[in-house]
């Protein structure tokens, strides 16, 4: 097997984005979720933060004078919901269209089809203990313990840092005491979505890393991704081929109509119409030994004088295209001919004729 050596190529980056291979990190969603939340618990979702300050109060304040019985929980239940539902489906609204943006972004809007489908080999509890026991699964383990003890460490040096401020809050009234701890947490969660961040710019940095290591291309394999966008060489040679042949024929077809065919003598022939009328005379055909030999038989069999002229055929096989006019220069020497193919007809040059020379 050949060495994946190479990097991917930009036809194998979109291959693999229609499978669905695309760099993303699931850290960059958590963490720009996180700070939604933060943003959302302090600004538009703040009703929930006070109708909880509300409930918990209203609720401890009332458990010492009421009658635990199955119908006051049925009610506290209603309650809680009650004030708790609206905002609490509002803040989840939000994350859950966040989360969405936050793939859509880094997917680019891709949508993979073949990502959906359901496989039944992540069934097969052999396939899942390899993937778990793979390299590649261990080292996903590896950066999740990472990410926990990173994370673990941040919460644990915030909440020690303010851990006589928890003892502190028992000191307060309850509505103060909650109010002091949500600002609490919520400062907590800052702290742990700006690692979050970090997290995901070192997280992304890798995926990137795993996608193009995973679609290294060999050298054959370029080569041969090359020879399809190019298409292959033998088609497209004999393609030129077959063109040329056709347009040889339409060029050939063009030949009867020639007034003349100057040739060097048997390496080039070059068939020329001129009629009265005509600005100048014009380039039918033109071709090489056995073009020329073709050029010749063609003219010789439609009774066209073939007429034996070396620097002539030269010139104009060398400067004049196809289906275009002869240049002024040559116009002396094309008069020439065509007076000795008027004289061996017996006609008298046209005006045209002789004012091209």
Known sequence: MADKTEAPTSYRLQEARKEGQVV???????????????????????????????????????????????????????????????????????????GAAATLMQTQFLWAGKKIGFDF??????????????????????????????????????????????????????????????????????RIGGMYIVLAAADYAYQ?????????????????????????????????????????????ANVPKATVVVTNPTHLACAIEYQDGMRAPKLLAKGPYRVAERIVNIAKEHNIPVVQNIPLARAIYKTIEIGQEISPDLYLAMAEVLAYIYKLRGKVPSRTQTAMS
Not at 146 to 172: C, E, I, M, N
């Open 24 to 98: 993303r990190s699931q850290e960059l969603n958590t963490a720009v979720v996180i700070l939604m939340s933060v943003f959302l618990l302090r600004g538009p979702g703040k009703q929930l933060l006070t109708s909880f300050r509300e409930v918990m109060t209203t609720t401890i304040m009332d458990i010492p004078h009421s009658d635990m019985s199955v119908e006051w929980l049925r009610e506290t239940a209603f309650a809680f919901g009650g004030k708790l539902l609206p905002s609490f489906s509002f803040l989840l609204a939000g994350l859950m269209l966040t």
């Open 121 to 190: 080999k992540r069934l097969n509890p052999l396939e899942g203990f390899k993937r778990i026991f793979s390299a590649h699964g261990l080292i996903e383990l590896l950066r999740s313990l990472l990410k926990l003890g990173v994370v673990s460490w941040v919460a644990y040096g915030f909440l020690r840092a303010h851990y006589y401020d928890l003892f502190a809050y028992t000191q307060y009234d309850l509505a103060t005491a909650l109010g002091m701890f949500g600002n609490l947490s919520v400062s907590l969660i800052i």
């Open 208 to 252: 990137r890393w795993d996608l193009y290591k995973q679609l290294r291309m060999s050298r054959e394999e370029i080569k041969e991704e090359l020879k399809r966008a190019e298409g292959d060489p033998m088609l497209k040679q004999r393609v030129r081929g077959m063109m040329r042949q056709m347009a040889r024929g339409r060029m050939m």
